[in-house]
């Protein structure tokens, strides 16, 4: 399991225990590279919702994506992790309550830019000048001065859900 801060390959799980009246198994992560302490959840798949990429192609939603463009958004920026997982649990029950069992993943980077938005303007910039890419990026310069941190710092934007927003139009 890389590393959500500073990817690095090599992650030693440092505790394991049963979650969400075990359903899941919760496992505490230590990267030897960094440092930084984080978790994961193994889960049961859950079966049947799509994502839908703007190229048209669909993939299979993964949380564990959803999870790394939280992750890599709020990067030193002491979000605590319960917040994240929270958020990303929202989203996914949001996803999941969906009669369609599908979601575009523009919807699905718009759900990601409000939870963001509610946990850290920081986190939430980096997301948006990403996601949103050029068409959008001078507005929110302008909107937000100097506010803008660096980006694109390992040359990968963040990945909700299995987005690839760069690929196309
Ligand atoms: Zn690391």
Redesign the pocket.
């Known amino acids: 399991m890389k590393?959500p801060?500073?990817?690095?390959g090599k992650?030693k799980v440092i505790d394991s225990r049963a979650a969400e009246e075990h359903t899941a198994i919760r496992r505490r992560r230590h990267?030897a590279?960094?440092?930084?302490r984080f978790t994961t959840f193994e889960r049961r798949e859950r079966a049947g919702v799509a994502v839908l990429k703007r190229d048209g192609t669909r993939e299979p939603y993964d949380r564990e994506k959803l999870s790394v463009g939280f992750y890599k958004a709020c990067s030193k920026r002491e979000v605590p992790e319960p917040v994240i997982e929270k958020s990303v649990d929202r989203i996914e029950e949001e996803i999941m309550k969906r009669p369609e069992r599908e979601i575009t993943a523009s919807e699905l980077g718009d759900m990601v830019m409000d939870e963001l938005r509610q946990i850290d303007e920081i986190a939430y910039l980096r997301f948006a000048s990403v996601y949103k890419r050029f068409d959008d990026v001078s507005e929110f310069q302008r909107e937000l001065g100097e506010l803008i941190p660096e980006q694109g710092d390992t040359g990968e934007g963040p990945a909700p859900g299995g987005v690839d927003e760069r690929s196309g139009k």
């Open positions: 590393c801060y500073c990817g690095y992650t990267c590279n960094c440092g930084s």
